[in-house]
């Protein structure tokens, strides 16, 4: 048969491995039911699986390309709307299969993460969670709900133990989360991140608001006074050189609130160039 002139754009660019020959693998987690700001991040795993079309697939600093990674696009986890337990189930189900992958989760809010840390960490014992956020998520619980977008680095550092969650680019929390964290976990500023020695495997979780809303408008909680994209993107490279990393997530873009697609469009160039400094 001829070559055929076709394309699927409801996947993320890449040459499409398969499950069983890849060893990079995202998955797209359309999650938003227990967002506190704006909703519609079930919405970005498809936005910026359309975004990437854009993309050009070779990075000028690295040398490296998108093309040379084995790499798949697993689709979405069929989550439930309404039923948070049951969805985060599902999520670490998903995971759990693939975590001798390298895992690119795409949510989804932030709640996500939570599943995905619960199946790697049977992988990965030892497990340190980088977070790139405006917020720090250590809330105890939120009008009762111990699962939420804002609980969930707290659930995470009870399970992974002190000092196993780093925080990078907070500036929006309640005193109480201050004082957790200050007993708890780790915050840093992108320029002293560099500084902490993080020893073992390391999963990064990049919630889209550490970006200045100038930047990434589209996201469910913008917080001014975050980070741009080359200052983010040159500290990714630093951190590929010297943690081992052994996947990521991408979370909160808003495409109902996206201003000219710009924040899906930034998120698929994080996917790109978090996975070209970190394999
Ligand atoms: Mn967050």
């Known amino acids: 048969m001829s070559e055929l002139y076709v394309e699927n754009p409801l996947e993320f660019w890449c040459n499409n491995y398969g499950l069983s020959s890849a ?65 985060l189930k599902r999520i670490e189900k998903t995971v759990r299969d693939i975590r001798e992958k390298f895992p690119v989760i795409v949510g989804g809010e932030h709640i996500i993460t939570l599943p995905v840390i619960k199946a790697l960490v049977k992988e990965h014992p030892n497990l340190t969670v980088l977070q790139f956020d405006a917020h720090l998520d250590l809330k105890d619980e939120y009008l009762g709900n111990k699962y939420s977008h804002v609980t969930v680095m707290r ?8 000092g196993k ?16 964290a200050k007993k708890n ?51 990714l490279r630093e951190i590929g050189k010297r943690m081992e990393v052994v996947g990521f997530d991408v979370v909160e873009t808003c495409p109902p609130h996206d201003d000219s697609d710009m924040t899906s469009i930034l998120s ?3 996917v790109k160039e978090t996975l070209l400094a970190f394999r």
């Open 268 to 270: 698929a160039e994080v």
């Open 23 to 87: 060893d990079v693998v995202f998955l797209g987690v359309p999650f938003d039911g227990t967002s506190t700001g704006r909703v519609g991040s079930r919405e970005a795993p498809n936005a910026i699986r359309a975004a990437s079309y854009n993309l050009e697939t070779y990075n000028a600093y690295t040398k490296k390309d998108l093309k040379d990674l084995k790499m798949t696009d697993l689709g979405n986890v069929m989550t439930c709307p309404g039923d948070t337990d049951e969805s």
């Open 165 to 180: 969650v780093i925080q990078v680019g907070c500036r929006s929390f309640s005193p109480d989360e201050k004082e957790y």
């Open 185 to 235: 976990t780790v915050l840093k500023t992108p320029e002293n991140l560099l500084n902490y020695d993080i020893k073992g495997p390391v999963y990064v979780s990049i919630d889209m608001d550490v970006f200045d809303p100038s930047v990434a408008p589209g996201v469910s909680t913008p917080a001014p006074g975050g980070m741009i994209p080359e200052e983010f993107f040159d500290l």
């Open 155 to 162: 659930r995470i550092s009870e399970l992974l133990g002190k």
